[in-house]
């Protein structure tokens, strides 16, 4: 009888590279494709989650948030510090997605209550602030599969779903600020509002942002991989 070798670290860590290469090999490919659409949608709320956050945080409130089907959002959180406030989304969302990343890694909370739990939070943040139709349909909705998928799939492919909202969570926040402040600096973005604040021109604030997306993913990365 033939026995399995025993996995090494080098192994490991090679399966680790495999597995991340081909997992954005696979995302590159299907990116335009209505199988990821949810999933940009998902981060679009997370970065509109992240604003009314951090209005809260310093003082404001969320008055209503917004998502509309042409992977746009918007939140109205008046008060609170409006940098802090419009820095927070970009940012936010990918630090959403660092955070399920780590958990997708640890044993303790376990990935299907993690992933049951971040199907509950969608829809109950879903239900107390969102107010557009498409918005509810897509909170109440995602939410729930969230919540089915933690009940459902096990721990393995739990851990795997998790893994994917993260990654595509880090992914799309850095292609967002490509697409909506360094490719087309003239829209009403963050940035923009941010340039009106500061000596910082949109563009600066883009590439500001993509600096320090990048460097917070080249981080995660090297944690993941040294744990492996």
């Known amino acids: 009888m033939t026995r399995a070798r025993p996995t090494t670290p080098v192994r490991r860590k090679l399966a680790f590279l495999a597995g991340f290469v081909l997992y954005f090999a696979v995302l590159w490919l299907v990116w335009e494709t209505p199988f990821v ?3 940009k ?4 709320m997370l970065h509109e989650i992240s604003h009314g956050i951090a209005a809260i945080a310093t003082g404001g409130t969320i008055d209503r948030i917004v998502l509309d089907p042409a992977q746009g959002g ?3 959180c008046p008060g609170g510090n409006a940098f ?15 955070l399920l990343l780590g958990l997708a890694s640890r044993k303790r909370p376990s990935p ?3 992933l049951t739990a971040a199907g509950a939070i969608v829809a109950i943040l879903t239900l107390l602030y969102v107010r557009s139709a ?19 799939l096990g721990e393995h492919l739990s851990r795997m779903a998790l893994r994917v909202l ?18 087309r600096p ?17 563009t600066a604030w883009g590439f500001v942002w993509t600096a320090v997306a990048l460097l917070v993913c080249a981080v995660a990365f090297r944690r993941a991989y040294r744990s492996v």
């Open 186 to 202: 003239h829209l009403r973005s963050d940035a923009a509002m941010l340039a009106e604040m500061t000596p910082l021109s949109t």
């Open 37 to 39: 659409y949810p999933l």
């Open 84 to 98: 802090l406030t419009l820095s927070a989304g970009y940012l936010g969302s990918l630090l959403w997605g660092i």
């Open 166 to 183: 993260g990654l595509t969570s880090c992914l799309y926040a850095i292609l967002d600020i490509k697409s909506d402040v360094l490719d």
């Open 134 to 152: 498409f918005g509810l349909l897509f909170g109440i909705v995602f939410g729930a599969v969230l919540v089915l998928f933690g009940r459902k």
């Open 112 to 114: 299907t209550a993690v």
């Open 74 to 76: 918007a939140c109205y």
């Open 41 to 44: 949608i998902f981060v679009v």
